[in-house]
T-cell receptor, first 111, second 115 residues
């Protein structure tokens, strides 16, 4: 199992703007997952991108994956105040092991 | 989709008592479940891996006698915090992965406050 490192640690934007968060990891992966956590709540699985995919969309979310650079990005378009949360990436090596989480990116969207 | 139910959502207990937290996979079987702990403003920390029908695997620094894990069936894992102390106050989250999905489903978490 390996840990993803999110960047930036904190991001504050206005409603309607786009938010971009980045994730780096160190070894080969089977897939990479992004999660959201609202304050004091459990994790919500947002999107999974497989190692043979380069880009994936889900509603206002766009995820890219560059396996050569061992990096991924999460773009939230037209952000809303309800998007305020911490976002975590979780690289997954392919065995039925646990996910290890980094410190996440704390996103604050101001109305 | 796969759902993991965690109960209770929050609990307040007195020092010295024990608290049991349940994690259930509602529409899939999970031979393995994971227990995490999260302190305020910190990331999730894996505590232990719960294995159906066998002993749990604990991460370094986690006391197995204090955090008892029982995975008695393919859909239920329980975490019991024994002789709880105020420093055990934290947010506990479980997760499981439906076979072949490549993704993980998390419970909604349990906020434990020990007074």
């Amino acid at each position: 199992s390996q840990q993803g490192e999110e960047d930036p640690q904190a991001l504050s934007i206005q409603e309607g703007e786009n938010a971009t968060m980045n994730c780096s990891y160190k070894t080969s992966i089977n897939n990479l997952q992004w999660y959201r956590q609202n304050s004091g709540r459990g994790l919500v699985h947002l999107i999974l991108i497989r190692s043979n995919e380069r880009e994936k969309h889900s509603g206002r979310l766009r995820v890219t994956l560059d396996t050569s650079k061992k990096s991924s990005s999460l773009l939230i378009t037209a952000s809303r105040a309800a998007d305020t949360a911490s976002y975590f990436c979780a690289p997954y090596g392919g065995s039925q092991g646990n996910l290890i989480f980094g410190k996440g990116t704390k996103l604050s969207v101001k109305p | 989709g796969a759902v993991v139910s965690q109960h209770p959502s929050w609990v307040i207990c007195k020092s010295g008592t024990s608290v049991k937290i349940e994690c259930r996979s509602l529409d899939f079987q999970a031979t393995t479940m994971f227990w995490y702990r999260q302190f305020p403003k910190q990331s999730l920390m894996l505590m232990a891996t719960s294995n159906e029908g066998s002993k749990a695997t604990y991460e370094q620094g986690v006391e197995k006698d204090k955090f008892l894990i029982n995975h008695a069936s393919l859909t239920l894992s329980t975490l019991t915090v024994t002789s709880a102390h105020p420093e055990d106050s934290s947010f506990y989250i479980c997760s499981a992965s439906p076979t072949g999905s490549g993704g993980y489903t998390f419970g909604s978490g349990t906020r434990l406050t020990v007074v």
